[in-house]
Structure formats: structure tokens, C-alpha cells
């Protein structure tokens, strides 16, 4: 069981702006940078967001990442239907591990 | 180009071991920290381990520790991971990554490798 939080699935239709959230405690998001990632399936992960809020080169501005307090949002703008996969969130603990979330599997209608 | 490549996954049976590795290149891979992370037949990803640049740090996730090692050997650029006392929840694709800034921060990975734990 994650100790980071997030729905396992959501939705949208093609150019939507949809959000995928991340819940975690004061001794992982509270205090340490949360990062993104995108797998598509039957590939590896990919680095979508890293710092809350930074992206890497490459990655499209349509992508977008934010936290407040105890939990961070992934944001999806202008949603492609290659955009179809799972996202998962992730954050250092203070405990010395690094968490993932469960992962949300995003369905583009 | 960056390039991780795992090997050395396989069949084997419960309380068995297996030894990953994962070749690095394209990168200094001494300035780097690395992550071992697994994902479980249609499961999530799982951090398994962390190793420092110069070995001094290694953590591990609670379920692996005292039976998996982490290890790396900075002339070769290559990244191990000892599996002792395998179980079937051990199964999974075994992931190698490239950590940028924080241990939670993977901007590489590699293709990953099956490791099956099974009688």
C-alpha cells in the first residue's frame, strides 16, 4: 500500500484540461519535492516533472506541476489522446525512502 | 546519448538468488547517485534502493533489507543489485535510474529486466 495517494484512474476528452493529485504526510510531500512520471504502456517511466514544478527539456508545457502543503497536483492542458497512460507521483520520506504513489491510469475518451 | 541496460534477470526459485546489473553510459556516471525501482506484474513502481556517488549512502525499502544489496563500481560504470532469499513477491521488472538532485528524482531509466521468482 503507497503512503502517497492518488486515484486510480481518471479521464478526459481531447484538447481537456484534466488534474491528477497526489496526497502524501508532513514527512514526505511536506517537506521534500514531489516529481512526476509518465509510462505509457509497455515502456519505462519518463521524467515529466521534477521540484514541484520543473520540467525537464523536452517535456511539452502542456504539462504542469504544483503543491501546496501535503499534496501536489499534475496538470494535463489541451490533452492528446497520446497523453493515454499512467502517471505516478513521488516524493523522498523522511524515513530515508523514496515513495511512489499508486499511480492513476489516464483514459483519453 | 544516455544508456542504462540492466541484465542479468531470470527464472529462479524461491529463496534463490540472482545478481543485477546495469551498464551505464553516455554520462559520468561517478557525479551520480542511482536508483533500483520494480514494478510487479500489472502493479505499480516500487523503489527498491539508492546508492550514492561514492557508496557512503545506501538505503533500501524495508521488504528488501538484509537480503538485497546495492553496489556500484565507478571505473566500470556499472550499477549491481545482489537478490538474496528471493521470494515470490519479488517478482517484478527491475528498473536502474539515473537520479538527478533528489533520490526521488529519476531523468533516466533503463529498458528494465524480468525477474520471475517462482517453483
Known amino acids: 500500500q503507497s503512503v502517497l495517494t492518488q486515484a486510480p484512474s481518471a479521464s478526459g476528452t481531447p484538447g481537456q484540461r484534466v488534474t491528477i493529485s497526489c496526497s502524501g504526510s508532513?514527512?514526505?510531500?511536506?517537506?521534500?519535492?514531489v516529481s512526476w512520471y509518465q509510462q505509457l504502456p509497455g515502456t519505462a517511466p519518463k521524467l515529466l516533472i521534477y521540484?514541484?514544478?520543473q520540467r525537464p527539456s523536452g517535456v511539452p508545457d502542456r504539462f504542469s506541476g504544483s503543491k501546496s502543503g501535503t499534496s501536489a497536483s499534475l496538470a494535463i492542458s489541451g490533452l492528446q489522446s497520446e497523453d493515454e497512460a499512467d502517471y505516478y507521483c513521488?516524493?523522498?520520506?523522511?524515513?530515508?525512502?523514496?515513495?511512489f504513489g499508486g499511480g492513476t491510469k489516464l483514459t483519453v475518451l | 546519448e544516455v544508456q542504462l541496460v540492466e541484465s542479468g534477470g531470470g527464472l529462479v526459485k524461491p529463496g534463490g538468488s540472482l545478481r543485477l546489473s546495469c551498464a551505464a553510459s553516455?554520462?559520468?556516471?561517478?557525479?551520480?547517485?542511482m536508483n533500483w525501482v520494480r514494478q510487479a506484474p500489472g502493479k505499480g513502481l516500487e523503489w527498491v534502493s539508492s546508492?550514492?556517488?561514492?557508496?557512503?549512502?545506501?538505503f533500501y525499502v524495508d521488504s528488501v533489507k538484509g537480503r538485497f544489496t546495492i553496489s556500484r563500481d565507478n571505473a566500470k560504470n556499472s550499477l549491481d543489485l545482489q537478490m538474496n532469499s528471493l521470494r515470490a513477491e519479488d517478482t517484478a521488472v527491475y528498473y536502474c535510474g539515473r537520479v538527478m538532485g533528489g533520490y526521488d528524482t529519476i531523468d533516466s531509466w533503463g529498458q528494465g529486466i524480468l525477474v520471475t521468482v517462482s517453483s
Open positions: 508532513s514527512s514526505n510531500i511536506g517537506s521534500n519535492p
Open positions: 546508492i550514492g556517488t561514492d557508496s557512503s549512502y545506501k
Open positions: 521540484s514541484n514544478n
Open positions: 553516455g554520462f559520468t556516471f561517478s557525479v551520480y547517485n
Open positions: 513521488a516524493a523522498w520520506d523522511d524515513s530515508l525512502n523514496v515513495l
